[in-house]
Structure formats: C-alpha cells, structure tokens
C-alpha cells in the first residue's frame, strides 16, 4: 500500500465555491502530478512538480492551480468550480530513478451542481 | 503523434478461466511499458514495468510481455479470481523518463469482469 493520500474521497459542490483537494505523501518522492479521470475514460495529466517551489502545467488545460510549499504536499485548488470540473481527481508520486514505479492515491471524486 | 491502444475495451469472463489483454503503441522514443491495476473508485496500482530490453516480466497470476519491435504489449491472467475485477491500464512512457514528467502516455484501459 502507498504512502500517499488524498482528501476529501467524495466532494459535491454548488457552482462558483472555492475550493482545495489536498495530496500528501510520507516517501519523500520529488516529483507529484494531479490527473483527471472521467468515468471509462483515459487519465490526462494537468499538474506536476519536480519538487518544492516547482510547478507545471499537463497536457490537458485546466482552470486549477496547485502549489508546492513543501515536498509532501501538493494541494490543488478551484477558484471558482463549474459543473465542467465534475470528474475524478488523482495524485501521485515517484521517485527520481528510470524504473521508479508512480504510486496514485484513492483519488477525489469531484462533483459540481 | 504518440498513442497508447488497448483492447478488447471491455472483456467479461468466468472465474478460474485465463485471459490475455492487449496492447499496441506508437510512442516513440520509448523507455518503458507499465501495466497497472484500477479498481472502480481507487487510484492505478503498478503491477509490472518493462523496459525494451525485457520481454516478459510476472507478478503473481500476471505476466506481461512486451515485443518492441511491433511495439506490442500484453497482459495475461491466470486462473481469474474475482478480485481481478478492475480497469487494467498500459501507461508508456517516452523519451527521458527520468528527467521531466516523463511523457507518460496513457491507454484508456481495458474494463474486465469476473464472473462466478
């Protein structure tokens, strides 16, 4: 089982909140990324860090924006939610070496009315 | 453009029968070939990696093969138990793996059901 966590599991929402899904993880890795999963559907990166103060943007657009203050915490935050953001959220991490395998966590289901 | 195809899309078998998932790719550089394991509502979990130089890698009741040269890969399960249930994903990654985010490009998944 991998260290790494995600909070909250489930999340309904009204249109325009704020807010934050949180990621940590206790194996010190550097690298972090955020993928979203639509049901039956592929992951598509939006986030990833190489590590504290560094953050980039995926393959797939995203309004959020995540931060990276410290190594095992890679929170990623909505300004102003819409049904559009409805999916599932997932973290993960690895380690810096070729064969380091990428571990998820449980993922936030993210539903917005 | 670089793709990662996987099928059947869904497969739907009975328990202790055996079964093989496929996967082609087209990315290019390649560095390695992941198969992983998502259970419905939980994140992917790593079930083997090979790189180009590895033909076969096992886990378990999991053996994965992988033929670079038709850029071809597959997943069979042994003996299925119904805790196999899941969305098996094949996750290829290209060029430099170790520097950047790692060009990581995901299949969408093969959905497979165990039946009693």
């Known amino acids: 089982e991998a260290d790494i966590y995600q909070t909250p599991r489930y999340l309904v929402i009204g249109t325009g909140k704020k807010i934050t899904l949180e990621c940590s993880q206790t194996m010190g890795h550097d690298k972090m990324y955020w993928y979203q999963q639509d049901p039956g559907m592929e992951l598509h990166l939006i986030h990833y860090s190489y590590g504290v103060n560094s953050t980039e943007k995926g393959d797939l657009s995203s309004e959020s924006t995540v931060s990276r203050i410290r190594t095992e915490h890679f929170p990623l935050t909505l300004e102003s939610a819409r049904p559009s953001h409805t999916s599932q959220y997932l973290c993960?991490?690895?380690?810096?070496?070729?064969?380091?395998?990428?571990?998820f966590g449980p993922g936030t289901r993210l539903t917005v009315l | 453009k670089n793709q990662v195809e996987q099928s059947p899309q869904s497969l739907i078998i009975l328990e202790g029968k055996n079964c093989t998932l496929q996967c082609n790719y087209t990315v290019s550089p390649f560095s390695n070939l992941r198969w992983y394991k998502q259970d419905t509502g939980r994140g992917p979990v790593s079930l083997t990696i090979?790189?180009?130089?590895?033909n076969t890698k096992s886990n378990g009741r999991y053996t994965a093969t992988l033929d670079a040269d038709t850029k071809q890969s597959s997943l069979h399960i042994t003996a299925s138990q119904l805790s196999d249930s899941a969305s098996y994903i094949c996750?290829?990654?290209?060029?430099?793996?170790?520097?950047?985010?790692?060009?990581?490009?995901f299949g969408k998944g093969t959905k497979l059901s165990v039946k009693p």
């Open positions: 993960a991490s690895r380690n810096r070496g070729l064969r380091d395998t990428q571990y």
């Open positions: 996750v290829v990654s290209g060029g430099n793996y170790g520097g950047s985010q790692g060009n990581l490009i």
């Open positions: 090979m790189t180009f130089s590895e």
